[in-house]
C-alpha cells in the first residue's frame, strides 16, 4: 500500500561536510584548537567556557533576527541597526519615564516592539522598491540611521540624571543600568553554576529568553503565513502563480526581523550592563551575519539550527581567541584583528556563495 | 560542381548521445534564395548555429560531414572563422546599440581609424576616428537597400523595420559578404515593413549574395524564395524548387505523420453542452508569447488542445487565465466573472495550472515533495492546517497522508515524500506539479507543455494520467503544447493560435496539411485560392 521509504544511513565523509558545511567545520574546529591551546596555556575553561555562553545568550536574538529577513529572499538583515535603535529607543524612553528593574525590561521590550513594527514597515516598503541590491541598500540604511540617531540622541531633550552628561545637554555614549537596577536582570535569573566556585556558569533567565525566541520564530516558519514566505524567498515566481502577495510577505519578515533586532539589543544591554548609544550600533549587523553563516545558512536560507550552532561557535571563538592570543602573543592586538579577518572574511565568503546577484 | 556558393553534406549532431541533426545537405548557389522551414525543435538553430561556429557545437564535440564554401572545404571553429568566410547573420532580435548613430552601428568594431599624435606614441587602438569615411560606409550600405534616412540619426527612437534595415547594412558593409542569413527576419515587423524586406532580400540576392532565410511564413516563401528546404525533428525532409511546389505541400511535409503516440478512444465521450469556460477577447502581455485578443469556448468535461508555433501566443493563454502575466478581457468560468490577474482568485474559482516552465515556476526545488504537493492547496484553501488559537500551523499528518496517497496514485518513484523535489526525474517531478494542481480539486486543469524536456516513456504516462483524470473524475482540461502528436493522440479539438489569436480549430484527425498551414498563418489566403 505505502510507497516504500529507504533511507540511506551510510553517510560517507564527504556528504557529511557538505551537510554540516565547510566554513562551520573549519572555525568549529579552530575554535576548540584554542579552547585546547588555552588549556594548556593555564586559561580556565571553565571560564572561557562560561563567557562564550554569556556572550552567545547576548548575542543570540541578535542573530536570529537574520531567519526571517534570509528566509523571505531579502538576504541578511544588514539594516539590523534599525532594530537595535528601536530597541535602544526603548530602552532609553522607559529609564526617563522612571521605570527600574522587572517593569524596566517589560516596559522596554514592550516599547520596542511598537516602535520596531512601525520602522521594519517602512523599511519593508523601501525594500520592496529597490529589488536585486537589498543588501547593499540594507547596508547603507543601518549606516544611515546610526549616524541620524547621533543626533538624536542629543537633540532630544530628555531630562533622567541617569543618562545626561554631567555637563551639557544630550545623553550619554553609554548608559550604565546597574543605577536603575537593571543590569544582567535576565542572566541573573534563575542563574546557576555547575561544578560549585569557578564552575561553568548558566544565565539561565537569559538562555530562556534566547530559545523562546527561537521557539516562536520556528513555530512561526511552520505557520502558513511562515512557509508562505519562506516559498516566496526560495522562489517568487511559484509563490506568486499560487497567488502569494510576495511583497506583503517581505514586509512581514522585514518586521519580523526589526522587531527580533530590537528585543535582542535589550537582551544584550541587560547582559552587557550598560546601553550603548551613538556610534555603537552602526557595526553590529555584521557578527550577526557572520554568525548566522558560520552556522550554516547561505545568503538565500537559514534555520533557526544555524542561529543556534551559528551563534555558539563564532562568540565561543571570539571569546576564546581574545585571552589566548594575549598569552601568545603578548602586547599585540592580535586578537581584535583575527575577529576582523574571520567576521568579515565569512560574510565575503557568504556573499560570493550568492548565486545571480540576489532575488 | 563548382557553382555552389555553400554546400553543407551529410551534417549531422548530436547532444549528448541525442541525434539531433540527421544527414542535412544543403546547396546554395550565388544570387539564390533558399527557404528554410520546419517546426520548433526541427534543428534549424542547431543547424545555423553550426555555420556560425558557435560555441555550443565545439563545447558539446562538434559536427559530423562537411562544409564547403567556393567547392572548398572549411573548418569554421568560431563566428570570427564564419565572418571571415563570409557568412553574415541578421538577427531575429535586434543587436544595435541604441545610443549609438545609425553609422557606429555599422562600423561597430570595424570602425576606420586615422592616426593622431596619441596613437603614434601609444599604438593603434588610440586612432581617432575617420567619422567622414565611416559615414560614407554607412551610406553606401543604406542606399543599397534604398533607405533614405540619415546616417547620424541615433537607433534609439528608429521603428522597427528600419533597425532591422540597419542590422543588414551593417552585414553587407563587411567585406567580401557571400552568404546572408535571416532567422525569421519579418517575425516583428508590420506587413508593410515586411513587405519592404523581402523587397531588400530579393536586392542582395541580384547582387549575388547567397540568401538563407528562416521563416515560418509560407505566403512569404513562395514569394521570396526560390528554392525550399523541410525539416523536421533533425531531418532533411525535402528541397524543391519553390516554383514546382505550393503550401499545401509545404505545410504538410513540415507537419508530417509522426505520431508515436496512438490515439485509442475517440469514441463514446459525454461532453456536456455547458460551457465551462467562456473567453472573450483575452489579452495577455506575457514577453515572447504574446496574446492578442482570444475568444474560445470551452465545454464541461472535454480535452481541448492548444497547438501553435513558438512564439505565437498559445503558452500566454493559460499564464493570462492563472494571473500570472498582466491580462485583459473577459473570461466567465463556471458562469462567475473571473477575475483576471489575480492568481489567487483565479485557483480559488477552480482553476489550476501545471506551468510550462517546471522549475521556475512548477515547483519548489529545494523543498520535500510533500510540501511541493500541498503548499497552493495551503496557501488558498487552508487545506491541511491545524488552527491553535489564532494562529495557523501545517498539519504534517494529514500533509503526510496526502502526499502519500498522490504518490501511489500518480505512481511518483520517489525515496520518500521528503525527498526534495529537485532530485526527481523529469518525469516525475511533472507529476508532482500535476499532483499539486489536483490537490486543489480542480474543476479545470490547464496544463502547458506537459511533456517537455521528459523521456518517452514518462510522457506516454503523464498522457495517460491527463485522460484518466479527464475520463474517470469528467475534468475539464485545456492542454497547451508544442508536440502537435500529443495534442493529437489525447484532445477532442485542437485550437491552433497563431500570432496571439486563434486561427482555427481542428479535429485530431484532420490531415496534415490543415495543421501546418493553420499553425503558419496561411489558411486565409489558402481558403481564397481553393475556391
Redesign the interface.
Known sequence: ???E????KSINFKELISKIGLPTLIIGTFWIILLITGGFLGISTMTLLSDTIKRAGMNGILVLAMVPSIQSGTGPNFALPIGIICGLFAVVLSIEFGFTGASWLFVSIALSIVFAVILGYLYGKLLNAVKGSEMTIATYTGFSISAFMCLAWLMIPFTSPKMGWFMGKGLRETVQLDGIGAAQILSDFWKFTIGGEGGLIIPTGMIIMFLLCCAVVW?YF????G??IS?GG??P??A?????NINRNRIKANILSTVLGAIGIIVYSQGYGYAQLYNAPLMMAFPAVAAILIGGATAT?AKVSHVIIGTIIFQGLLTTALPVANQLFAGTDLSEILRMVIQNGIILYALTQVKGGGK | MSDNLLSLKNVSKEYSGNRVLKDINIELKKGEILALIGENGAGKSTLMNILFGMPVIHSTGGYEGKIEIDGKEVNIKSPHDAMEHGIGMVHQEFMLIPGFSITENIKLNREITKPNVVSKVLGKRLESLDVKNMNDDARKALDVLEMDIDEYLPVAGLPVGHMQFIEIAREIDKKGIKILVFDEPTAVLAEAEAKNLLDAIRKLAKKGIGIIFISHRLDEIIDVADKVTVMRDGEHVATKDVKDTNKFEIAQLMVGRKISIERTDSDNKNVSDETILDIKDLKVSMPGERVKGINLEIKKGEIVGIGGLAGQGKLGVANGL???YPATGEVVFNGKKLQLN???????SGLA?V?E?RK????????SIE?NIV??A???R?DF?NMVGP????DSKKIRKHA?EM??DLDIR????LQNAGRLSGGNQQKVCVARALTLNPTLLLVSEPTRGIDIGAKKLVLDLLKKLNKDYGMTIVMTSSELAELRSISDRIVIVCEGKVEGVLPPDAPDADFGLMMSGSRHNAEGSEA
Request: with cysteine; proline share 3%.
Open positions: 500500500m505505502m510507497v521509504v529507504k533511507e540511506n513555530l511552520r505557520s502558513k503565513s512557509i508562505a516559498a526560495i522562489n515566481r511559484f506568486q502563480a499560487s497567488g502569494i536560507r | 492563472m494571473g500570472i489575480n492568481p489567487m482568485a483565479s485557483i480559488e495550472f506551468s516552465d521556475g515556476v512548477g515547483l519548489l526545488l529545494d523543498e510540501g503548499f497552493s495551503m496557501q488558498v487552508n492546517l494562529f495557523r500551523f501545517k502519500k504518490i501511489k520517489c525515496t520518500s515524500p
